[in-house]
């Protein structure tokens, strides 16, 4: 009964903001659209220019190379015994990841039987009986996929690193990490983290090289990582906690992972899927409540053509190329007496003022690990593009791992445990024990909590734990939830998280106003 | 009324702190204060009964860069004789440094108070004006320089007891870009153990190892960077005697390419 209880609160909640807040558009409904699937190996051609239906408009997907014949494409096909590909994972319908509403709409249409429930890492852990909605609970609940990771860690040429802290499990929901062969002292030695895919598209944009690249990672001073074919360092900014180095390498990675290939991808495989995706853009293309986003006359910085024609590896937290630009084009928009007309402007007002909240509202961001640290002080007066800088996505221009909290305690989303409640926590926790001899993690000192090490289960850093790669922006209607660990289920949750995080205070038009301009990207 | 007298009085018969004159040098550990202003926030602290200007928020580019609630800061600085800023007596140059352990007392943070401002024009707190505030004018053409010629020598600075951070790829990327043109037969690493006077005396000494951690983290980078030629490496406590006078230098590694 409790659980019924908590859950008929928040839809009273959600109620009331829908009658308070007109311009709130609706929450990312629990369906799926039919027919938006997109199945390995249909041989279905990819036009050069697709969109599909979000609970908030539509999500352009923008194929710049043109049409492709995806029969034999490796992106598309399957690719090893799992029946995975590719796009089983990167769908095009939800900006090349794939959203809760999906994933609960596959598991209802193939009986749980649709390759992305395999056991590798479809299921809470290999072990588990399949077809059992427990089994797949992460994913079914969350979105997550099982991330297994070597530990202790191994550098690029699989050699050990010694990591700075033990890792001890706390909480084994899932059963994996105290599991013989799973587990942290299984056969296998591995740590099992839980993690959405993220979106493959706008993908110049992610990996560009073209700012804040050097041999050496600019915010600690270690050595970056390097492209294997070319020595060159990378941007480190394309994975959660920055383990793969080029598309190249996240392809091979992923089919031998997620797809269980026997054998190594060929060469013109990995150039097929790397020039696919470097070609391949997404954002929202149209929206219900705020109309056509990307017309000529639009923001510059608004849909998938805007993608497509952006300029990447560009600082845009300045006021000559900003991050997502607008020049204030829906700021104080004439009424015609239209009504249809009128609503649809107060919407598009509404997005302008969300940009510039997103901009030019300051707050004070603290102790936040990667960010007060690197030389702008702690706490900073700073804005949401202070971290999200990168033009067009807002993402980290380079090395973009911080510790915003979504996974660290005292941040990290818990269920409040008490007899009150059946919910339990279903995240996996550690305790992380960083070495006496080292400095301590300057916020969290030497003991942390945390649901998902981050970027320290690559690094084996103490000041890594729970530092995740900042996500692109872009296509988020068509994406939750959000975050790495899927703690937020809806926009507003994003939004709430950080107002909560840094105590903002952002007042509930503001929020609205945020909300609203997420959802048009 | 009666109660507040004793207090007021108690606070009026405190003798002032000594002022210290312009050109003094001030070396002392405490925690920084955030003042907020219209603008950018200040960095204080106080020591000695007074209260010390460090710097302001600013960006990656800043030569001084504010230090961190949450931890004490040890200040290196000279004092100065423009007028206060922040209500702060201004220290210039000032060097800061965060000690690595956490001190949850350091946590004040001022809201702006109308008697403070900041008189000239910093780095808006968001979105810059498209350049680091500190950053060279583009429109300024640099000198050629001149190829290396000899050994060359490079200095990397640390915070107290502190090894690698976001303070180093500038100068590592010097390096090896010296190194490329230089093409040394040998590259001689040394690490030093920093020691350090306060003003009040207090000698503070970095952690015994703290030298050999860097000196090791150094020759890593530059070899894990491409600079695979011999490499010495050594390291060793502070042979100079702390006196209080820019002492910051006694924390680092010295990098020598030898032809």
Request: charged letters at 20%; a negative charge; hydrophobic letters at 35%.
């Amino acid at each position: 009964m409790p659980r019924v209880r908590h859950r008929l609160s928040l839809l009273l909640i959600a109620t009331v903001f829908t009658v308070v807040l007109p311009a709130q558009p609706p929450e990312p409904a629990g369906e799926a659209i039919p027919g938006q699937w997109w199945a390995p190996g249909n041989d279905r051609p990819l036009p050069a220019y697709i969109e599909y239906a979000n609970a908030y408009g539509r999500v352009g997907i923008l194929n710049a190379p043109g049409l492709i014949d995806t029969n034999g494409h490796p992106f598309f096909e399957t690719l090893g015994p799992n029946g995975r590909a590719c796009v089983s994972c990167h769908q095009p319908a939800n900006g090349m990841s794939l959203s809760l509403s999906m994933i609960v709409s596959r598991w209802r249409d193939s009986g749980g039987r649709d390759p992305i429930f395999a056991a590798i890492d479809g299921m809470n852990c290999p072990h588990l009986p399949s077809g059992d909605p427990a089994s797949h609970s992460l994913l079914l609940e969350r979105g997550l996929f099982r991330i297994p990771l070597p530990w202790p860690p191994v550098d690029t040429a699989g050699n050990s690193i010694t990591p700075e802290f033990g890792l001890e499990v706390v909480r084994d929901p899932t059963g994996c990490n105290r599991h013989p062969v799973y587990g942290i002292e299984g056969e296998r030695g591995e740590v099992s983290v839980y993690r959405r895919p993220r979106p493959a598209a706008n993908l110049r944009y992610v990996t560009s090289s073209r700012f804040g690249v050097t041999p050496f990672i600019g915010k600690t001073g270690m050595l970056a990582a390097v492209d294997p074919e070319t020595g060159q360092p990378v941007n480190m900014n394309m994975m959660a906690d920055a383990r793969e180095s080029t598309l190249k390498t996240q392809a091979q990675s992923a089919a031998q992972g997620h797809l269980e290939v026997t054998a190594p991808l060929t060469v013109q495989q990995l150039e097929q899927i790397e020039a696919f995706e470097l070609g391949l853009y997404a954002a929202q293309a149209y929206s219900v409540q705020g109309g056509v986003l990307n017309e000529p006359v639009g923001p510059s910085g608004l849909g998938p053509q805007a993608m497509a024609a952006g300029s990447d590896g560009v600082l845009g937290n300045n006021t000559t190329r900003f991050v997502i630009p607008m020049e204030d084009k829906w700021a104080d928009l004439p009424d015609s007496g239209d009504t249809g007309e009128r609503e649809q402007n107060a919407f598009r007002e509404s997005v302008q003022r969300g940009h510039d909240v997103f901009f030019f509202r300051t707050f004070w961001i603290s102790d936040s690990m990667h960010i007060n640290t690197v030389g702008l002080g702690n706490p900073i007066k700073r804005t949401c593009a202070t971290c999200h800088g990168m033009h067009m996505t807002g993402m980290d221009t380079a090395n973009g791992w911080m510790d915003l909290g979504t996974t660290n305690h005292p941040w990290a989303l818990e269920p409040p445990e008490s007899p009150w409640v059946e919910d339990l926590p279903t995240m996996p926790l550690f305790k992380i024990t960083c070495d006496d001899d080292l400095p301590p993690h300057p916020f969290l000192g030497r003991v942390i909590y945390t649901q998902d090490p981050g970027r320290a289960l690559i690094s084996g850093k103490c000041e890594d734990v729970g530092a995740i790669v900042i996500q692109q922006m872009r296509g988020l209607a068509a994406r939750a939830p959000y975050f790495s660990n899927g703690s937020a289920t809806s926009l507003h949750e994003v939004v709430d998280f950080y107002d909560r995080r840094y105590n903002i205070r952002y007042t509930e038009q503001e929020k609205s106003d945020l909300v609203n301009f997420l959802s048009v990207l | 009324m009666t109660l507040f007298f004793p207090l007021i009085a108690a606070l009026g018969s405190q003798p002032r702190a000594a002022q210290p004159e312009p050109g003094e040098r001030i070396s002392f550990v405490s925690c920084p204060i955030v003042r907020d202003t219209r603008s950018v926030p200040c960095w204080l602290s106080e020591y000695g009964g007074n209260t010390y200007y460090l710097t302001i928020q600013s960006d990656v580019s800043a030569e001084v860069q504010p230090p961190m609630l949450g931890h004490e800061v040890l200040v290196e600085g000279i004092v100065s004789g423009t007028p206060p800023i922040c209500g702060g007596i201004v220290l210039e140059p000032v060097r800061l440094s965060v000690m690595p352990e956490r001190n949850a007392d350091c946590n004040t943070l001022l809201p702006a108070d109308e008697r403070y401002t900041i008189d000239f024009n910093p780095r808006p707190p968001g979105p810059s004006a498209g350049r680091l505030a500190f950053a060279p004018d583009p429109t300024v053409v640099a000198e050629p320089v001149q190829p290396p010629v000899g050994p060359q020598t490079f200095n990397l600075y640390f915070d107290f007891d502190r090894s690698i951070s976001f303070r180093h790829p500038a100068v590592l990327v010097s390096i090896l870009e010296t190194a490329a043109q230089l093409q040394p037969s040998l590259v001689q690493v040394t690490g030093v153990r920093g020691v350090h006077r306060l003003s009040d005396g207090t000698l503070l000494q970095e952690s015994v190892g703290i030298a050999q951690r860097r000196a090791e983290e150094v020759a890593g980078l530059l070899g894990g960077a491409g600079l695979n030629v011999a490499t010495e490496i050594e390291w060793q406590d502070s042979e100079s005697e702390a006196d209080g006078i820019d002492d910051w230098q006694s924390r680092r590694v010295t990098v020598i390419l030898i032809p």
